[in-house]
């Protein structure tokens, strides 16, 4: 055990090279002084921690007394990298901007359209009547408003949307828009959405209520 200590003491303080710090030498030459060998693990651990300390104070030293543009360089280098993860990171569980190839949510997204989607604080607050949301079904994106929530009766009379038998006020679609659907109960943990294009859109008339789960984000802004 007092052959290791050492061997552990002597490379944390001298590394590579062959000799250390003169303040390293002397804690290597004060181990050998000791007897026994609890003493001499006690000092080598203490000598391990001051070493440790002391190389850290040379390394921020070091760096100090680099020459600015080495500094600033250097500088420069660590925001960039801290921007990109932060930029990933906040891409990825935050914001994230989509494009969109359909023109099922017009007038409110045009095809060609992007937009910014939160991704997170849906998480907190659930879903509301009105939200358009992104969901992933079968491989793919789709966007869709969310017209009826778990528990809900929808139906359709006259061309109008129907929520617990009385009627939704729409006013995101576009003149003269009408709806034909089943009626349906909205099941749990499900929601059930259309496309502001009724006519165009393929939505939970065609599949019914879609899970919770699979809805990605909520629509934040269009940029265009």
């Given at each position: 055990m007092r052959r290791l200590a050492r061997r552990v003491l002597t490379w944390v303080v001298r590394g590579r090279a062959e000799r250390?710090?003169?303040?390293?030498?002397?804690?290597?030459?004060?181990?050998?002084?000791?007897?026994?060998?609890?003493?001499?693990?006690?000092?080598?651990?203490?000598?391990?921690?001051?070493?440790w300390r002391e190389r850290r104070r040379r390394r921020v030293a070091a760096r100090r007394m680099a020459p600015l543009p080495?500094?600033?360089?250097?500088?420069?280098?660590?925001?960039?990298?801290?921007?990109?993860?932060?930029?990933?990171?906040?891409?990825?569980?935050v914001l994230t901007v989509r494009y969109i190839a359909t023109a099922s949510m017009a007038p409110t997204v045009h095809a060609g359209d992007r937009i910014v989607v939160d991704r997170l604080t849906f998480h907190w607050t659930g879903l509301r009547h009105g939200d358009v949301v992104v969901f992933a079904l079968?491989?793919?994106?789709?966007?869709?408003?969310?017209?009826?929530l778990p528990g809900e009766h929808i139906s359709c009379e006259g061309g109008r949307l129907y929520r617990d038998s009385a009627p939704v006020d729409e006013p995101y679609l576009a003149a003269g828009s009408t709806l034909?659907?089943?009626p349906v109960t909205v099941p749990p943990g499900m929601v059930y959405v259309l496309g502001d294009d009724r006519v165009i859109s393929m939505d939970s008339r065609q599949w019914g209520p879609i899970r919770q789960d699979i809805v990605v984000g909520r629509l934040l802004t269009t940029l265009g």
């Open positions: 250390g710090a003169p303040w390293g030498e002397a804690i290597l030459a004060e181990l050998d002084q000791t007897t026994g060998t609890w003493p001499a693990l006690r000092w080598a651990a203490g000598g391990i921690r001051v070493a080495a500094r600033l360089a250097r500088r420069i280098a660590i925001g960039a990298v801290l921007a990109t993860l932060a930029a990933l990171l906040l891409n990825q569980y079968e491989a793919t994106n789709g966007i869709k408003r969310v017209v009826g034909e659907c089943a």
